[in-house]
Structure formats: structure tokens, C-alpha cells
């Protein structure tokens, strides 16, 4: 749709719910998707509600001006993740269904109201990735106690559907990790390669250097498991004279 269309561009949110159309100075703001049911063009239509705002009125700038601060550009990368992660989903469509409660127990029992998650700052807390699935699968157990909080809230902040196979869900965290704004600055930062401190310090010049206690050097050592770990055909590490180098395989 958008190479059909000259000086276009869609970009994502993954939290966005608000529904916001804008054209230069008009606004319509309300309840309605972009659907033929919602727009009355249905033999079943729904009942909706849109309201015409001025663009120029400050609630809409400021709202404006938030979403954009975590939407990132969907790129043919970012499209062919997509596009993967679809295909295994359909092909496990039919092991979705069953509910699986000790996943859901194990998120209701670490939940706790202080724990917000700003899109904007995330990154990934749990140090080994592949324990994420783990506990994914409600096997707590085979976890020490700070893996079990950390795999919590990175499970909770991903929001990843239930009953995933461990070789679909890996390829759902890899998409779902590609549309993170820091993530994404991290991604376009290593496309030519990058030693180790070079990317410590480019991640205490970012927004996740606000966050409290925060740790630049763990914060990368973290991240760079995770990216090896769910997108192993995007990024690659080298040790030359001791000196670890990650870099972008695709380019």
C-alpha cells in the first residue's frame, strides 16, 4: 500500500488504542476503526462516535507530540519479521486456544501497581533470554528468584499471547523487540559495526538512561543476549583482540 503511494510512510505504536485521524487542520477523534462496519458502509454496521477537533487545540498538539515520541517507521525488515512471525502463528493456529493458567498465575502473582512500563525507556531486564520461555510456560521452577521477577515483567511489558510454541514465540519476541524505540535506535546505531563501549555509551545518551539505578553496561550486555538470541539472522558478534564488535548483518 504505501510503495503505491509516493511520499508515504506508516509508523507503529504498539500501545496506541486512541482512534485519531488528522488531515492538516481537522481532526476526528472518537471510538471508530477504519473498517466498512465502522464507517456505516455495512449491511451490520456498528455504532460509533467521531468528534471534529481542531488540530491547533493544545490537548491535541501535546497528544500529538507523545505518540510520536515512541512510533517507529515500519521498514521491509521490520515487514519480513512481521510477515514470519504471521506465518508460524498460522500454522499454530489450531494450539491457541487451550488457556494456559500457570502462565497467567505466574504474571498475576509478580504484578505489582508500581511497576509501569514506559514504552519509551524499555529494555529488556532478564540477563539469560532463553529463560524467558521458561517461564512463559509457567516453569518457574527452573528459575532463580531474581530471573522469576525479571522474566515477570518482561513477559508482562511484551504482552505476548498464550500457548506459543518456543520456536513461534521466538520469532514473535524478535518482532515485537524491532518495535521498541530504544531498540530501534540501538538497531540503526549498529549497522556499521560497534564495540562494546561504544554502544554502553550510545545507550547512556538515550532516554533508558533516566531510569532509575540504571546500569548502562549490564543494560547492553542484556539487550545484546536478547538480540542474539531472537533475531540471530539480523545481528552477529565478533571477538577481535578481545574486543567484543556487534554489528547489523542486514543492511
Request: proline letters at 5%.
Amino acid at each position: 500500500m504505501i510503495k503505491k503511494r509516493p511520499n508515504s510512510s506508516l509508523w507503529l505504536r504498539p500501545d496506541l488504542h486512541a482512534k485519531y485521524y488528522r488531515a492538516d487542520d481537522c481532526c476526528l477523534v472518537g471510538s471508530a476503526n477504519l473498517t466498512g462496519k465502522a464507517l456505516g458502509w455495512s449491511d451490520c454496521a456498528n455504532l460509533e462516535l467521531l468528534v471534529a477537533l481542531s488540530a491547533n487545540e493544545p490537548t491535541i498538539k501535546s497528544f500529538e507530540i507523545e505518540l510520536l515520541k515512541a512510533c517507529i517507521p515500519v521498514t521491509e525488515d521490520l515487514f519480513e519479521q512481521m510477515s514470519l512471525a504471521v506465518k508460524l502463528l498460522a500454522e499454530q493456529t489450531s494450539n491457541l486456544v487451550a488457556s494456559n493458567s500457570s502462565k497467567l498465575e505466574f504474571l498475576e502473582s509478580n504484578l505489582t501497581t508500581q511497576d509501569l512500563i514506559n514504552v519509551n525507556t524499555w529494555l529488556p531486564t532478564l540477563r539469560n533470554p532463553e529463560d524467558l520461555y521458561l517461564a512463559y510456560c509457567g516453569q518457574t521452577e527452573k528459575l532463580t528468584s531474581a530471573s522469576k521477577i525479571a522474566a515477570s515483567t518482561d513477559l508482562r511489558s511484551l504482552s505476548i499471547i498464550p500457548n506459543l510454541s518456543q520456536k513461534v514465540f521466538k520469532a514473535y519476541i524478535g518482532t515485537l523487540l524491532l518495535q521498541k524505540p530504544i531498540i530501534q535506535k540501538v538497531d540503526s546505531f549498529v549497522k556499521f559495526p560497534q564495540r562494546f563501549g561504544a554502544v554502553r555509551d550510545f545507550l547512556n545518551s538515550l532516554p533508558c538512561a533516566t531510569i532509575l539505578y540504571f546500569d548502562a553496561e549490564r543494560a547492553w550486555q542484556t539487550l545484546m543476549r536478547w538480540l542474539l538470541y531472537f533475531l540471530p539472522n539480523r545481528y552477529a558478534l565478533s571477538v577481535p583482540n578481545y574486543s567484543e564488535v556487534f554489528y547489523r548483518i542486514k543492511t
